[in-house]
């Protein structure tokens, strides 16, 4: 099996980053990835058909021996995005996920929280592995107002004790984002970057940490102190100077007073809510201004929360409506479990774990790029009576889509001729539109 020439023009991109041979090995994981049931290298060899012309150990190799590096690949991933990010200013998310695994001496396992069963009353922790994931945000022509997050740079987080059984240094997951956030930044300099992420990558690990050429917007703490700028020294005065203002009112207190009353574009809905934002600074960044914005729902059982960003001049809606963004990571989350296998790699080795895994959020980018350009044309949604308000393609429709028009060019090589040609390409365009 072969993918579409349109597909296979965009993986060429990614020919920078590695020798030919590796390459050509690549493409043929990426083929079989595509079409096969079960992610693992002898599925994927097998869905690939002919196109896996070489010995099987090749492509394990790939994963545990090939010299080619993740990040270059990840990289050159962000280079293909780069021609659809409108305006000066790149948004990024930036969150991690749990793979849930099973076996004990698979290299960086352990156990972790598990949000998809925990609930506010009771954590549940579950053995797997734990990536930091940065994303891009970018808004694509063929569905307007929609955001997708495309994964470009991956971190395996290992907790202490497996720190210690393989030896490595311990790194909180707040020093591997901005580890990635570093390498981003560092080989994009004159671009200036904009990341949103929830609280636990809010703190001051991140905050006080940042690239010069990157903001941050995070949530915040309801009863977060906060100040206003130091005063000028006076003259003649000793002493250290003082590095923090008067104490500001927090957020919570914020709600206690006058607010406005505005509506919010977010998450797909308008919300009515009460809005009460100010200038200040958190006691861990005293000379970083930043937006403190207070929010509560009118409706819905969203309640009060608290947002800062470190772009100070922005408004209150501007820093709500990037926040709302940041849920665009979770939807790219799940879409790579369900649909790519995120979780089924059963690699053990080191180069293996942190290779394979992250290649499935990479091939979730180029699948939504390759819609983008051309597969949106040929996009065909089935014709369900009892399902009538779907009006846009989900990642499943952009995957379904890449087999159908894959599966099609294959037919068509075979120089059917004679009647019932037609019927047998739209048979077998039928059986995948419904396998998927």
């Not at 990614?14 to 290298?41: K, N, Q």
């Not at 097998?46 to 990040?71: C, E, P």
């Amino acid at each position: 099996m072969e993918l579409v020439p349109g597909f296979v023009g965009l993986l060429q991109g990614l020919s920078v980053t590695m020798t030919a041979p590796t390459f050509d090995s690549l493409t043929t994981v990426l083929t079989g990835w595509v079409f096969a049931s079960r992610r693992t290298v002898t599925r994927m060899i097998l869905a690939a058909g002919d196109a896996a012309g070489k010995h099987f150990s090749s492509y394990h190799r790939l994963f545990s021996a090939a010299r080619w590096s993740l990040d270059a690949l990840g990289l050159s991933v962000f280079h293909l995005i780069e021609p659809w990010l409108g305006g000066d200013i790149v948004l990024l998310a930036l969150d991690d996920t749990l793979a849930r695994k099973r076996g004990r001496k698979m290299f960086g396992t352990g156990m972790h929280h598990d949000p998809l069963l925990s609930s506010r009353s009771k954590a549940i922790t579950n053995w797997g592995h734990s990536w930091v994931v940065l994303g891009v945000l970018v808004e694509l022509p063929f569905r307007q107002g929609h955001v997708y997050c495309l994964p470009i740079l991956f971190r395996l987080y290992l907790n202490t004790k497996s720190a210690a059984k393989h030896r490595r240094a311990y790194r909180t997951r707040p020093e591997l984002a901005v580890e990635l956030l570093e390498l981003l930044c560092e080989q994009r300099k004159p671009r200036r970057f904009h990341v949103v992420a929830d609280s636990a990558y809010g703190g001051q690990s991140v905050l006080c940490h940042l690239p010069t050429n990157c903001d941050l917007t995070s949530r915040l703490l309801k009863d977060a102190r906060l100040y206003a700028a130091a005063p000028a020294r006076k003259p003649g005065t000793n002493g250290r100077p003082r590095q923090r203002g008067e104490r500001l009112p927090t957020p919570r207190a914020m709600l206690t007073g006058r607010c406005r009353r505005v509506t919010l574009e977010i998450y797909g809905r308008r919300e009515q809510a009460r809005v009460a934002d100010q200038t200040g600074h958190v006691y861990a960044a005293p000379t970083r201004p930043l937006r403190v914005v207070a929010v509560e729902a009118l409706k819905g059982g969203r309640g009060q929360e608290a947002f800062y960003s470190t772009c100070s001049d922005a408004t209150a809606e501007q820093v709500i409506g990037w926040y709302a963004r940041r849920w665009s990571i979770e939807v790219t989350n799940h879409d790579s479990k369900q649909h790519l296998g995120f979780e089924e790699p059963p690699g053990w080795t080191r180069r293996s774990v942190e290779r394979t895994a992250p290649l499935a959020m990479l091939l979730y980018s180029l699948i939504v790029l390759w819609f983008a350009r051309e597969g949106h044309r040929q996009w065909r949604p089935l014709v369900c009576p009892w399902y009538t308000s779907k009006l846009e393609p989900s990642f499943a429709d952009m995957l379904g889509t890449l087999r159908r028009l894959s599966v099609r060019q294959q037919v068509l090589t075979w120089a059917l001729t004679g009647p019932g040609t037609r019927k047998i390409q739209q048979l077998l365009e039928n059986t995948v539109a419904l396998a998927t």
